[in-house]
């Protein structure tokens, strides 16, 4: 009897359909009425909702913020944040809540990066090879994209640098090509985002890359 053959289940970039029903499914949630909720409830929430932020290691989804703090809808999570920025505004306060990498993170204001420096833990910043840069440049502008391509476009060999990328959680395999053999698809992470300051990959600076280099057919 022969056995089945093995499934690889990759992770895929979110369905452009699939992530249209999700927001008009948030959008129908936050419709949804509620009695008001007291001054008192509302401080409360403010403080929650500010700990889970502040206690949270990477930028935090809408979905998880209203689940850890057990607010009703995204609506209520989006005024309560705005709540707490205007008071961080207010009282000159050194950190504001921005949304980066598709989720909320409390951070410095950049007013302040110079005296942070000085503190011993400060965690010191990512340096890149430029074969590094430049890899993690084409994958983020051409994502998801073939091995083949980033070296057409590189006209070198990235194997090797795609691996360190990945160990360094900023690129991730993607699926696999229709074309012959099947080959790995590559792009960016959540924490590429992050580390870059960005909401999501559209936000990238507008950059034309290089076209790929013609191989030329043998005789």
């Known amino acids: 009897m022969k056995s089945k ?7 895929s970039p979110l369905n452009p359909q699939r992530r249209r029903l999700n927001n008009r499914l948030r959008q129908q949630q936050d419709k949804l009425p509620f009695s008001p909720r007291s001054e008192e409830d509302v401080q409360s929430l403010r403080q929650i909702t500010e700990g889970v932020i502040f ?11 209203v689940q850890y703090a057990r607010l009703r809808n995204g609506k209520e999570a989006r005024q309560l944040i ?8 207010q009282t000159n306060g050194a950190y504001r809540i921005e949304q980066v990498a598709g989720g909320y993170q409390l951070m410095s204001r950049p007013v302040f990066c110079s005296w942070l ?15 590094s840069i430049e890899t993690l440049a084409v994958i983020a502008y051409r994502q998801p994209v073939l091995r083949a391509e980033i070296e057409a476009i590189r006209g070198v060999g990235c194997g090797e640098v795609i691996r360190q990328l990945m160990e360094r959680d900023l690129v ?16 960016t992470t959540r924490t590429f985002l992050g580390l870059f300051g960005l909401e999501a990959i559209e936000d990238l600076p507008t950059m034309k890359l290089p076209a790929p280099l013609e191989v030329p057919e043998a005789a």
């Open 172 to 187: 991730r395999i993607a699926g696999r090509s229709e074309e012959l053999g099947r080959p790995y698809l590559y792009a």
């Open 117 to 131: 420096k000085r503190l011993e833990y400060t965690v010191a910043p990512q340096r890149f090879s430029k074969p």
């Open 82 to 89: 705005e709540q707490l920025n205007k008071q961080y505004d």
């Open 55 to 65: 206690i949270a290691r990477e930028p935090i989804t809408m979905t998880k913020l």
């Open 5 to 11: 053959p093995k499934i690889n289940r990759l992770r």
